[in-house]
């Protein structure tokens, strides 16, 4: 199989059994965020409609039909995913009624340049109530050229009626070594470095590699929250005002918040830790830190806070959890560590 770190051996199996003709007609994928999920999505969809002979696992990737399903522009594999128009006051934070409509009549139609119809709905989690109960139709009688892949983060948040329907694949984090030797050849003597703060997720890793600036938003992550350990509360509900009233798209906030929370507690899950010298660091290059905020705060204040964390994220994921009082709950919970200010 060509080149793709992680989830080999899911993919191979997947491929192998769609080759034979064994494909179901839906599937969920889920794990969590940079974990490979659109990733093995798209491959599934070339192994269906390579064109190349004899059609190998995870498709030829340089045929035609490969190559525009890597550009997004094959007729026959629809993406659907939410729409965010900030030009319209009401932005739709959810994948509408609309969106899933306009599938199933293009679902319904032959292939235009394969045997398959492939839909890939990231996240499924998004996914409105009317538009879940319309698909569920799908679901129920699909069409039998239609391969439908419900990509989440948050299965749980689907429909029991949807996920019964569904054959669950779910994607797990990928070993150290692994992804190191995937990006060895692009990225050299850096790609261990990068393997080791993904902490398992390949498309984190890549970013982490690839993009300064994904290197520079998880640094300045960083150095927020252990400038917010160490100060006191009024700089803290300062903080807490600004960030909630940062962004006119709720949308945009609420992913960047998310985002702060899922970083934040790796800080604080390798702190909890670190007198235990268990498990590796996900933040290898923060060990010093996580170390003395160990000595400020005690083990169970950061657990606690980690767990919080957690349960904040998944809240914000969700649910429409009002940002401003999660971040105010947040600063009150946050251990005070007076040491951190230098690691800011
Ligand atoms: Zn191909």
Redesign the pocket.
């Known amino acids: 199989m060509r080149d793709f770190i992680g989830q080999r051996r899911l993919l191979a199996r997947l491929s192998e059994r769609a080759l034979r003709g064994d494909v179901a007609h839906a599937y969920e994928l889920s794990g969590p965020r940079s974990i490979g999920k659109r990733t093995v999505a798209i491959r599934l969809a070339?192994t269906l409609l390579?064109?190349?002979e004899p059609h190998?696992a995870g498709?030829?990737?340089?045929?035609l039909?490969?190559r525009k399903i890597d550009h997004q522009t094959h007729p026959d594999v629809r993406m659907v995913g939410r729409l965010v128009d900030l030009e319209k006051e009401n932005d739709r934070k959810q994948i509408a009624i609309e969106q899933i409509r306009e599938m199933q009549q293009d679902l319904a139609l032959r292939p235009l340049e394969g045997r398959w119809r492939v839909v890939v709905i990231d996240d499924a989690a998004d996914l409105s109530e009317h538009a879940e109960v319309a698909l569920l139709k799908t679901l129920e009688e699909p069409p039998p050229h239609a391969v439908l892949l419900l990509l989440t983060t948050t299965p749980a948040a689907l429909l029991e009626t949807i996920r019964s329907r569904l054959v669950p694949l779910s994607l797990r984090l990928v070993s150290t070594t692994e992804i190191a030797e995937g990006l060895a050849d692009r990225f050299g003597a850096d790609a261990p470095r990068h393997a080791a703060a993904a902490a398992g997720r390949p498309g984190l890793a890549i970013a982490l590699a690839s993009d300064e600036g994904a290197r520079k938003s998880r640094r300045a992550a960083e150095a927020e929250f252990y400038r917010l350990v160490s100060s006191g509360l009024t700089e803290r509900f300062a903080w807490a005002a600004d960030v909630a009233e940062s962004d006119r798209d709720p949308q945009k906030r609420n992913e960047a918040i998310e985002t702060r929370l899922a970083e934040w507690c790796e800080l604080a899950r390798d702190a909890a830790v670190a007198p235990h010298q268990v498990g590796r660091a996900l933040r290898p290059e923060r060990v010093s830190e996580s170390d003395r905020l160990a000595k400020a705060v005690s083990q169970r204040e950061l657990v606690d806070f980690a767990l919080a964390l957690e349960r904040w994220r998944r809240d914000m994921v969700e649910s429409n959890v009002n940002a401003r009082m999660l971040l105010e709950l947040l600063v009150l919970k946050l251990p005070y560590a007076a040491t951190l200010r230098e690691a800011a």
Request: net charge neutral; aromatic share 0%.
């Open positions: 070339q390579c064109t190349s190998p498709g030829c990737g340089t045929c039909a490969c």
